[in-house]
């Protein structure tokens, strides 16, 4: 069975840090795209971030770059979201999302992506 389990939100002051994490079972995330996507109350869901697992090629929406990283580990097949210098506008509840084998999707679109996790809440306050 396909899954991807988010973990790693929570509550944390501005300027604080959290990581996410991502555990794919039921397939390889190798050799796919990745992605982290996120919601706030009343908004569309936009694409955080995302990796090729092939060549560790990342791509970052403007508004993160800097201070958001996304990685793998193909060995534990997870994928991290490590966010720095949070703000109050990072609040919103975060997915998790892999595309279909030997498929690279940098634009992070959700039409590129097939599995997605149930997300994993993340409040910042000011």
């Known amino acids: 069975q396909v899954q991807l389990v988010e973990s790693g939100g929570g509550s944390v002051e501005a300027a604080g840090s959290l990581r996410l994490s991502c555990a794919a079972s039921g397939f390889a995330i190798s050799g796919r795209s990745m992605g982290w996507f996120r919601q706030a109350p009343g908004k569309e869901r936009e694409g955080v971030a995302t990796?090729?697992?092939?060549?560790?090629?990342?791509t970052y929406a403007d508004s993160v770059k800097g201070r958001f990283t996304i990685s793998q580990d193909n060995a534990k097949n997870t994928v991290y979201l490590q966010m720095n210098s949070l703000k109050p506008e990072d609040t919103a509840m975060y997915y998790c999302?892999?595309?279909?084998?030997?498929?690279?999707?940098?634009?992070?679109?959700?039409?590129?992506?097939?599995?997605w996790g149930q997300g994993t809440q993340v409040t910042v306050s000011s």
């Open positions: 990796i090729y697992t092939s060549s560790g090629d990342t």
């Open positions: 999302a892999a595309s279909q084998s030997n498929t690279w999707a940098p634009g992070r679109r959700e039409r590129d992506y097939n599995y």
